[in-house]
Nanobody, 115 residues
Framework: QVQLVESGGGLVQAGGSLTLSCVAS????????MGWYRQVPGKQRELVAT???????NYADSVKGRFTIFRDNAKNLVNLQMNSLEREDTATYYC?????????WGQGTQVTVSS
């Protein structure tokens, strides 16, 4: 059974940094991409950053230049380094692994940025 375990969320002041980590346990065949999404109450879940198995990167415009996604394919691990955090980054962050069979989601980790 596949599980995505996230860690690293918390409370941080504006301008600070956090690193989110996600490790996938179990076997996932034919991964296409790994990434991070976020959601605030009342809004749709939105893409933050993704990285394909080939290394292609995609970032939301709002986080470009501040967030960096990186992964270790051998360990099924994907991290999100978040710098210069803003109040608008406050959300629940979800790890995602997209394979040719299905998409997997973590349980979410809360990031709260205070002013």
């Amino acid at each position: 059974q596949v599980q995505l375990v996230e860690s690293g969320g918390g409370l941080v002041q504006a301008g600070g940094s956090l690193t989110l980590s996600c490790v996938a346990s179990g076997t996932i065949f034919a991964i296409k991409a790994m990434g991070w999404y976020r959601q605030v109450p009342g809004k749709q879940r939105e893409l933050v950053a993704t990285i394909t198995i080939g290394g292609s990167l995609n970032y939301a415009d709002s986080v470009k230049g501040r967030f960096t996604i990186f992964r270790d394919n051998a360990k099924n691990l994907v991290n999100l380094q978040m710098n210069s955090l803003e109040r608008e980054d406050t959300a629940t962050y979800y790890c995602n692994v997209d394979s040719i069979m299905r998409s997997y989601w973590g349980q979410g980790t809360q990031v709260t940025v205070s002013s």
